[in-house]
């Protein structure tokens, strides 16, 4: 049977894809003979050295070219071929808004042969091409924040030139976003098929089939925590955790709030949910530890401060719940009596004057001259049948505050006890 689900003020950790960038490369230069003069109608081709995606263009009269590709950041060689004169192939290194220009002198002679990417039939050189073309306009939509536009341009990409992996790695965290999840599955499975430990693609698969609510998503969680420790894989074990906490599934969630914080030590979220579930189970001690370790967290020291208030009045160390309440409210002196005022008053509506009396004397512990306060304790005092002390506490509000909106209601009460 499911225990009851804690109360959790936990806020899904969302990963999304990092932007891609339009990393433009440009190359130009001239190309002479063997006469030093320029040579006209040389193919210059780059070629991606990993995918052989190839990008062409000739020499002018003046044996002159220019040749741009979208992404500096990849591997590229110059290939330069002409009827007559001798294949040069050199590796080049393309530079961001720093355009690369050389000089080239052909030789005579005859061609070295079929060179990779450069001996496809016309029809397969037409294919790469076109994949080439879609994966940057992929590149572009996703950069103008057009996710449909970018998904379908590398889907067309894949469909084109089924060897360009890096257009399936893109298209599997799109279909994600777009919430394609069978898609993003299937070519997640593709990708690891070859690159078993693809960081991306063993986050997409768990993310895909999560989203499906597939009984293998656990597994596949586990899969990616024992290849790839990193920030983005502990957010994926804090929002398995909080999803099984959220339906009750205690024993369940503890274990992956431990991986989150095992992988990122500083995640704060998982830390307060650790709290919350240690709570819920009983095991106060441990909560009073995950409080602690929210404190040293930036940003942080107010929710565990209140974490730690929780669990020492759970565990019924008054003194300690005291303690933690002064830390709490030297830190946020209003959210802290806005909060209590509206649990005490909660706690009074629901019939149950005893434990809001006790709220409300957390406020007077920290504000004694808090007029409303006495007068929200009087009411408890005096629904709970203490009418001696719920007078002290009414004459202290209205002293404090006599011109009080429930001044009046106050005297009356006052007048009817006497």
């Not at 995606?53 to 002409?82: C, H, I, M, N, Q």
């Not at 967290?297 to 565990?315: C, Q, T, V």
């Not at 001259?369 to 006495?374: E, K, L, Q, R």
């Amino acid at each position: 049977m499911r225990k009851p689900a804690p109360c959790l003020a936990i806020a899904l950790l969302v990963a999304l894809p990092v932007a891609l960038q339009a990393q433009v490369g440009r190359l130009s230069g001239k190309v002479t003979g063997p006469d030093g003069k320029p040579l006209q109608g040389v193919e210059v081709s780059l070629i991606d050295t990993e995918s052989n995606a190839t990008v062409s263009v000739e020499t002018s009269k003046k044996g002159r070219f220019a040749v741009a590709v979208p992404d500096y950041s990849r591997s590229y060689d110059v290939v330069l071929r002409k009827d007559g004169f001798q294949d040069i192939r050199e590796p080049i290194r393309l530079k961001p808004n720093d355009p690369v220009i050389g000089e080239w002198q052909m030789v005579s002679g005859e061609s070295s042969g079929a060179i990779p990417g450069l001996d496809l039939s016309p029809e397969e050189l037409a294919a790469k091409q076109a994949a080439v073309d879609a994966y940057n306009a992929g590149v572009r939509a996703y950069n103008a924040s057009d996710f449909a536009t970018a998904t379908a341009q590398f889907d067309t990409a894949i469909a084109e030139d089924p060897e360009l992996m890096e257009a399936y790695d893109i298209a599997a965290v799109l279909h994600i976003r777009t919430e394609s999840y069978d898609r993003a599955l299937e070519l997640a499975d593709f990708i690891l098929e070859s690159k078993p430990t693809d960081a991306r693609a063993l986050g997409v698969r768990y993310d895909a089939l999560s989203a499906l609510g597939r009984d293998e998503a656990d597994a596949a969680l586990d899969q990616l925590i024992a290849a790839v420790t990193d920030v983005e894989t502990a957010k994926r074990a804090y929002n398995r955790g909080l999803a099984l906490a959220r339906d009750g599934e205690i024993d369940a969630a503890l274990p992956r709030v431990e991986q989150a914080l095992e992988i990122n030590p500083e995640l704060a979220p998982a830390w307060g949910l650790l709290g919350d579930l240690e709570i819920g189970r009983g095991n106060y001690e441990r909560a009073i530890e995950a409080g602690d370790s929210l404190t040293e967290i930036e940003g942080s020291r107010e929710r565990g401060l209140s974490l730690r208030h929780r669990a020492y009045e759970a565990m019924g160390d008054m003194e300690g719940a005291k303690a933690a309440l002064r830390d709490l409210a030297a830190e946020n002196p209003d959210a802290v009596m806005n909060s209590l005022f509206e649990r005490g008053s909660d706690l009074f509506e629901g019939n149950e004057p005893e434990a809001a009396a006790k709220v409300f004397e957390q406020v007077l512990e920290l504000q004694p001259d808090n007029g409303p306060a006495h007068y929200k304790l009087g009411l408890c005092l005096l629904s709970a049948g203490d009418s001696a002390a719920a007078r002290e506490h009414l004459d202290r509000f209205l002293e404090l505050s006599p011109d009080h909106p429930e001044a009046a209601a106050a005297r009356d009460m006052l007048s009817y006890l006497e």
